[in-house]
Structure formats: structure tokens, C-alpha cells
């Protein structure tokens, strides 16, 4: 199936999805930001029922089953609401959190900051055209929280703490780039008590969408997900595939077992906006 006919099918703008991964869009490396992020403690969740709230108001699930989110529509008090929400978990420890508690909030913040930057730089077609500078090459490097006094970009939160510490190939789709190929905002919060439940809803839900993996004409096409972070799931195709087997439902994991090679990989920086 052609780039045009999948995007139609998804309700996308063939415009919009890329076919590959461009040459800027190396892969940050799972590096330990400071020896200082891997203390843990026995404390346990803050309260994210504020986060709750503005999820249930202002995230819903489009025609094409990916979770949009209503930037436009957030009245000024939610934008309020919001900041103070991300400034609690700014003024919060989480090194003295146990290693869930640490690993929910830090999803949390990351996905909560990221929203809020686009409220911030709202219309706009793509996170890639906030931050980044003069060129606008996206926020990821940008400084945008201080947490135990330390000022961290969305790019150390991910790579520099979640993904060296906790070593899960389900980060990737727990956090969220505000993007139409990225795996869905979750509707609720991460917590101690749901973190392992909801790691696994998002990885199948993920999986078992077009735009994560899908099988046409025996060829395998992937997000381009995998193939930046192909050593978070086994470092090879063959490894990628045994990750998707373990969610795959239906049709797609019946075709799984006759793949054995990833043949492309496609992804989607429109913005997730209703």
C-alpha cells in the first residue's frame, strides 16, 4: 500500500507522514544523566489527580484511534491549573520515591510539560516548530523544569534518567512527543499502583495500531520508533519482532509469525490537536 492510500485509511495528510526517519533524528543514547537520579527512597506517590482531571477534560480518542488532545480548547485557568500542577512536581523528591512512585512521576512530568509547551506555542502545526532555538528544531534540548535543584530538558528526563535507570522498552510509549505517530497521550496518570498495568496497555495498543506495526503484502512496517531505538528492543529486527509478538493481538500477530525482517518504518510529527 502506498504512503497516500496509508495515510488516508489512518486520516492523516499524506504530507504529514514520513517515510523514513530524517538524517537529524539520531537517537539519543540511554546515558545516565548523574550518578544522583538512581538514589531511591520509600516514598510514595504525589498527588496527580490534577493531571487526572485535565486528561479527562481535554484528551479524547479521534476516528483514526489516536488520543488527540484539544489544545485550543484549555481555558485559562486549566492553563493555570496545569503549570501549578507541573510546578508540584518540580517542588517534589523523587529520589526519595520507591523506584515505581520515581518512574510514574517522571512520565508525568514528561508528558504534562510537554503539553504545556505546546498550549504555550499554540496553533502550531508540529512540535518540531517550538524550542529548538532559532531554528526551531524542537524543545527536547531545551531547559524547561528544575527538579532537586537541577534544570532538565525533556531530552535528559527521557534519556538521561527514565531509560538508563529503569532499562523497559515500554518508556517509549508511555511518554509523548505531541505527535500524531508517537503512541497515545495516556487518558489517566501514571501511579505506583497502575505504572505495570498501564505499560503494558500502551505498549499493545501501540503495537496493534497501523502506525505502530502492520503487515501488507508480507512486508513489515514499523514505526520509525523501533528502528531509532532498535537496541531498547533487542538491538536487532529479529529482536523488535519478539517485542511486538509478546503484544500483537488478532490479525497482526498471526501475520508476526511469518515476518522476519523489518522492511520499512514511517512516522507521523503532525500534531496529536483535535
Avoid at 48 to 63: D, E, I, M
Amino acid at each position: 500500500m502506498n504512503v497516500s492510500r496509508r495515510a488516508t485509511l489512518l486520516g492523516l495528510t499524506a504530507a504529514a507522514v514520513v517515510t523514513a526517519a530524517p538524517a537529524a533524528m539520531a537517537a539519543p543514547s540511554a546515558t545516565l544523566l548523574e550518578q544522583h537520579w538512581q538514589s531511591a527512597g520509600t516514598a510514595g506517590d504525589i498527588d496527580h489527580s490534577t493531571w487526572g482531571s485535565f486528561l479527562s477534560r481535554y484528551v479524547s480518542t479521534g476516528a483514526n484511534g489516536v488520543n488527540l488532545v484539544n489544545y485550543g480548547g484549555v481555558t485559562p485557568g486549566d492553563k493555570q491549573v496545569l503549570k501549578s500542577y507541573i510546578a508540584s512536581l518540580e517542588a517534589a523528591q523523587p529520589t526519595a520515591m520507591n523506584r515505581d512512585a520515581a518512574m510514574a512521576y517522571w512520565i508525568n512530568l514528561y508528558n504534562a510539560k510537554t503539553v504545556d509547551l505546546i498550549i504555550d506555542n499554540y496553533p502550531v502545526k508540529s512540535i518540531k516548530k517550538v524550542g529548538g532555538g532559532f531554528f526551531n528544531t524542537g524543545p527536547w534540548d531545551d531547559k524547561v523544569v528544575t527538579v532537586e535543584g537541577r534544570a532538565l530538558s525533556l531530552n535528559d528526563i527521557e534519556h538521561g534518567i527514565l531509560r538508563p535507570i529503569w532499562n523497559d522498552p515500554r518508556i517509549h510509549y508511555a511518554v509523548n512527543c505531541a505527535s500524531i505517530g508517537c503512541p497515545n497521550l495516556a487518558t489517566q496518570p501514571f501511579t505506583s499502583a497502575n505504572l505495570a498495568s498501564m505499560l503494558d496497555q500502551t505498549a499493545r495498543d501501540y503495537i496493534n495500531h497501523p502506525r505502530g506495526a502492520s503487515v501488507e503484502n508480507g512486508r513489515l512496517i514499523v514505526s520509525s520508533i523501533f528502528k531509532w531505538y532498535k537496541g531498547d528492543f533487542g538491538g536487532t529486527d529479529a529482536g523488535v519482532i519478539a517485542h511486538m509478538r509478546q503484544y500483537a493481538n488478532g490479525n497482526l500477530a498471526a501475520a508476526l509469525g511469518s515476518v522476519n525482517s523489518i522492511s520499512d518504518d514511517r512516522y507521523d510529527w503532525g500534531l496529536n490537536g483535535v
